[in-house]
């Protein structure tokens, strides 16, 4: 089996410790909005207004939502819920989808993630052959560095007897349909895409993660189709695909050092059709010429490569320490 390192090994424990340290209250039966004095008690927090915030807080983690908004913070990682925080008779309120797929996986893996343990991590690198992804002002190609990180993460899980395969391992090009088929041909347990960033602004610039949009609702912000709130095949995995977006992020986010774009939401064809808890990761703009930099840096794409394994192995450390 794989070891951890000390460090990496706390930083997932103190959501676990912080959450089983007191008994566990049901979960709201009926569907509808959660009210915050309710995760409040759940989780026991103390709760306070930050300015457009409610922040919930105790000696382990910290959430805060922003108000009127789809922003919210775990323990100062961003993450998006499907639907704005609102106010009602009961005071500031998300809903049931936000708490259930959202809040309550990331905050208490443990209540989430029985079943086997994960043996095999599919890894896709974005793009490749004729199709370039990406491409930044000094002509730096998306699909060579998208695949250059996936080779530093596969090394990275390997050596910690992690079995991992990938959708290509030179510059070819598989459809989004067959890098689905291979995930499902090999029996992936875990499903990471590996993309950097394009946009038409040179000022965007950050790091994200998405895992598919729970069924019924819309995707974030411009991501996906408007309007489509269909269901996915890998809506079954949608507390499995919370906990391990939010590893990946908050760890790219510590090790990257970029700015954090949250854990998002969207139906991309290679997560929403993945046969196992899936994410794909955005390691920075290739269209800012600042980042551009970065990503052309063996540097930078090691510490992205660094987050992304670390991401995935506290999700597997979690998994673990469930099935004792
Ligand atoms: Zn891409």
New binding site residues.
């Given amino acids: 089996m794989y070891r951890i390192t000390r460090k990496l090994f706390l930083s997932q424990i103190v959501l676990l410790a912080g959450c089983r340290s007191k008994t566990v209250e049901a979960q709201p039966s009926s569907e509808g909005p959660v009210s915050m004095a309710y995760l409040a008690r759940l989780y026991s927090m103390r709760m306070t207004t930050e300015g457009k915030k409610v922040v919930l807080r105790n000696k382990w983690n910290s959430i805060e939502i922003e108000t009127d908004s789809r922003r919210a913070w775990v323990n100062g990682t961003m993450i998006w819920l499907h639907h704005p925080c609102r106010k009602d008779g009961r005071g500031w309120v998300i809903q049931e989808v936000d708490f259930k797929k959202g809040i309550d996986p990331i905050l208490r893996s443990y209540a989430y993630l029985a079943g086997r343990m994960p043996r095999l991590v599919v890894l896709d690198p974005?793009?490749g052959g004729s199709d370039t992804?990406?491409i930044g002002p000094s002509k730096l190609y998306?699909k060579n560095v998208?695949l250059d990180i996936s080779r530093r993460v596969q090394a990275h899980l390997e050596s910690q007897k992690i079995a991992v395969r990938t959708t290509r391992s030179g510059d070819s090009f598989p459809s989004l349909q067959q890098r689905s088929d291979y995930a499902y041909k090999v029996s992936a347990d875990l499903f990471i895409s590996i993309?950097?960033?394009?946009a038409g602004d040179p000022s965007a610039s950050g790091v994200e993660t998405f895992i598919t949009t729970a069924a019924g609702c819309d995707s974030s912000n411009h991501y996906g189709q408007s309007g489509d709130k269909t269901e996915q095949r890998n809506n079954q995995y949608d507390a499995a695909n919370a906990v391990l977006g939010f590893s990946i992020q908050s760890n790219l986010l510590r090790n990257a050092k970029r700015s954090d774009r949250g854990l998002r939401r969207a139906r991309f064809s290679v997560i929403k059709n993945a046969p196992c808890p899936a994410a794909l990761v955005?390691c920075g703009f290739v269209t800012n010429p600042a980042e551009e930099s970065l990503l052309n840096s063996a540097d930078y794409r090691e510490a992205v490569a660094r987050g992304i394994s670390n991401g995935i192995i506290g999700y597997l450390t979690m998994v673990k320490r469930t099935r004792r």
């Fill in positions: 974005g793009h992804g990406a998306e998208v993309h950097a960033d394009g955005e």
